[in-house]
């Protein structure tokens, strides 16, 4: 009986403690695969101190805007993207018509003003453009190869003139436009194939600080070779723009110049004070900026 009693007694002890491991069990099962866990994902420390989010997390979390930087704090196009061509466009034969110079200002753009010595408005016209901000030229006469056909003017340069003479009329013409910055020739077709007049010419010239650009009014000009031996600032004129003074040709031909902007990176382009010239260079304006170019004074690009 003893036997059948305590046999009863460890029949029901043996759950308890069953359901007690299984606690236990269950506790510690639980404990590790917790520690685990955590311990698995854990990431280092940034140096910031603050532990980064988990993959998961971060895909949901928009990334932060890049700070936009004012348009206002961009630098002016004209320093970022410099024009690729220069184009010095001169009008020669200023001082008869104050009109005209009126309709250059107008155009508000680098004009040249080739004044001529000893016309009707000389003065005044080479103060209205230097006062506005404009360069300023002896538009100097010289002896063409057809005169007295072609007459220069008065105060012109002839090859016959012994070198005091050259420079006493040279100084009586410079007195006679004010402001000027350089000098290019009025005809002087004959006058520009002497060199040794030349010479005289240029080594006063270079003595005032001023420049000269030759016009080109004959294939044989020295200026070229004697400016290198005199060692003056100089620049040859490119093109003529308005030969036949007509506005629809003088467009079409700076157009044409537009076209070929490729092959020049800087180019001097004369004309004179005819109405149909200011209407055409108006009329090209609006392409200058689409195409790179920039008007300028000669004095930015002699010697280039």
Known sequence: MKKKKQQRRTEKKVPVRLLVLSIVSVFIVGVIFGVFFFSGKEEPLSKTG???QSPVARQFVPPAPEPVTPK???PFRDEQVPPTALMAIVIDDIGYDLSIVDELLSLNIAINFAVLPHCPFSVESACR???AGHEIILHLPMEPHDYPEKNPGEGALFVNMTQQEILGLLQKNLRAVP???GVNNHMG????EDGEKLTVLFAELKK???YFLDSLTTDHSKGKLTSRTVGIA???RDTFMDNNHDETDTFQILQDLLNIKNSWDRIVVIGHPYPGTVRAIRRILP???????KPVYLSSITGR
Do not use: K
């Open 50 to 52: 603050t532990a980064p």
């Open 72 to 74: 206002t704090e961009i």
């Open 129 to 131: 453009a230097y006062e």
């Open 179 to 181: 402001h000027i910055s």
């Open 189 to 192: 077709s004959r006058f520009m």
């Open 208 to 210: 005032r600080g001023l």
């Open 234 to 236: 100089f620049i040859s």
């Open 287 to 293: 392409f200058l900026d689409d195409y790179g170019i």
